[in-house]
């Protein structure tokens, strides 16, 4: 157990639809950091948050948004879905900025199907 | 980043040490080494990262080359449960995100 919490685990929807992706770090992490895997794409850095802040943005679609909460939780939101958005979204905290000999860990992930 | 290259597959016997090479001839001074691996859907798992000495946790022991060019994973007594996709990761400390490429298929086999 990382102790990155993701919910949920498993959403099926349809195209046009919106969803929320939530993410609760492990305690006292203070960077969130969002990847998207589908099976043609690999793993794919989406969007990292320090403290509430957005700090690096990587191939995030302008339908993907997110944010950090002064709790640290954070949450994606996928708008206007398409077939091929299906696909893992995992989360990963660290204490610290990853380039700062810190290690992320990641969540068990939210399977995303949208039909 | 500097980008690395990794071999698509690796097979290794149950007990026997796994060697995983990783390239990434266009390091500069401040970047790490860091290594995760990816069970079948699996979020990611971090395995261990290094500068410029040799590093060893519980894990693995990771070897990195003195000109820091290129690296080795080991994975000393693979088993069944060592089956996943490792991933080879150059990051600098400017706090950047790691980006994944498509990693090490190893395949342990009895």
């Known amino acids: 157990d990382s102790g990155v919490t993701q919910t949920p685990k498993h959403l099926i929807t349809a195209t046009g639809q919106r969803v929320t992706l939530r993410c609760s770090p492990r305690?006292?992490?203070?960077?969130v950091y969002w990847y998207q895997q589908s099976l043609d794409q690999g793993l794919q850095f989406l969007i990292q948050y320090y403290n509430g802040e957005e700090r690096a943005k990587g191939n995030i679609l302008e339908r993907f948004s997110a944010q950090q909460f002064p709790d640290l939780h954070s949450e994606l939101n996928l708008s206007s879905l398409e077939l091929g958005d299906s696909a893992l979204y995992f989360c990963?905290?660290?204490?610290?900025?990853?380039?700062?000999?810190?290690?992320?860990?990641f969540g068990e992930g939210s399977r995303l199907t949208v039909l | 980043d500097a980008k690395t290259t990794q071999p698509t597959s690796m097979d290794c016997a149950e007990g026997r040490a796994a060697n995983l090479p990783c390239n990434h001839s266009?390091?500069?001074?401040?970047?790490?080494v860091y290594w995760y691996r990816q069970i079948h859907s699996q979020g990611p798992q971090y395995i261990i990262h290094g500068l410029k000495n040799n590093e060893t946790n519980e894990m693995a022991s990771l070897i990195i080359t003195e000109d820091r060019k290129s690296s080795t994973l080991i994975l000393p007594h693979a088993t069944l449960r060592d089956t996943a996709v490792y991933y080879c990761i150059v990051l600098n400390q400017a706090g950047t995100a790691l980006i994944f490429g498509k990693g090490t298929t190893l395949s342990v086999s009895s």
């Open positions: 266009t390091i500069s001074g401040n970047e790490y």
């Open positions: 990963a905290s660290s204490a610290r900025l990853a380039g700062d000999t810190g290690e992320l860990f």
């Open positions: 305690s006292g992490d203070l960077s």
